[in-house]
């Protein structure tokens, strides 16, 4: 099996059955870690993208099921101005939060990784859509120094099995959503995942403060 690499062209091979389907530790603990430390990465499926400069359907990638149907990106926050980091604009939308700050914890007992979760709602008339589209965005904070969390950031973004774009449902204030407004993350089953680790997510040390920004 091949997987294309949307941005840069490239094509990777899969052994048969298996899918890129990194687990949140596996995703922060091991794939973020190496980009912020600027080491090596055993593939390059993850690249650097601006997650915020269009709807996310149109970001490179996606119907792809060897990804499990997900979108994986590397960002540096530092190239964004947000007014409100709950609702961060992106093309004709926003990316809301509805869940901030959960942990995930890692091998490495120097970083701890923070999941936000955020769904899409697009701009229509006066008001917004919500969509079935979720995006889960990691962050490193050191341990030691809560205050410090790297700018850096690696996403997952995909749209929910239960429904898809332009299905939506009456919500509240006024706007249309999708059928559920919990987090519902219900992806295509994958029998066997690949995460392309071929060493141990713990390191020797935190990443470098040089990448970090301070909150």
């Not at 936000?116 to 904070?141: D, Q, T, Y």
């Amino acid at each position: 099996m091949e997987v294309l690499n949307p941005i840069e062209g490239k094509t990777y091979k899969l052994p048969v059955g298996y899918r890129f389907d990194p687990s949140d530790e596996i995703l922060a603990g091991y794939y973020l870690r190496k980009r912020i430390m600027a080491q090596p990465l055993p593939n390059d499926l993850i690249q650097d993208c601006d997650v915020y400069q269009t709807v996310p359907w149109e970001l490179p990638g996606g119907g792809n099921k060897y990804l499990n149907w997900q979108r994986f990106f590397f960002h540096d926050l530092r190239t964004c101005v947000f007014d409100n980091l709950n609702k961060r604009e992106a093309g004709n939308g926003q990316w809301r939060t509805i869940e901030e700050a959960q942990d995930v914890e890692l091998s490495n007992d120097q970083v701890v990784a923070k999941r936000n979760v955020l769904a899409f709602w697009e701009a229509k008339g006066n008001g917004f859509a919500k969509f079935n589209w979720l995006m889960h965005e990691f962050r490193l904070v050191s341990k030691s120094l809560p205050s410090m969390v790297f700018s850096v950031a690696v996403y997952r973004i995909f749209e929910k099995k239960e429904g898809r774009k332009g299905k939506k449902a009456k919500g509240s204030e006024g706007e249309t959503s999708s059928s559920s407004s919990s987090e519902e993350e219900v992806m295509d089953e994958a029998p066997i995942v690949i995460d392309f680790t071929m060493e141990s997510c713990i390191g020797t040390g935190p990443p470098s403060p040089a990448t970090s920004e301070n909150s």
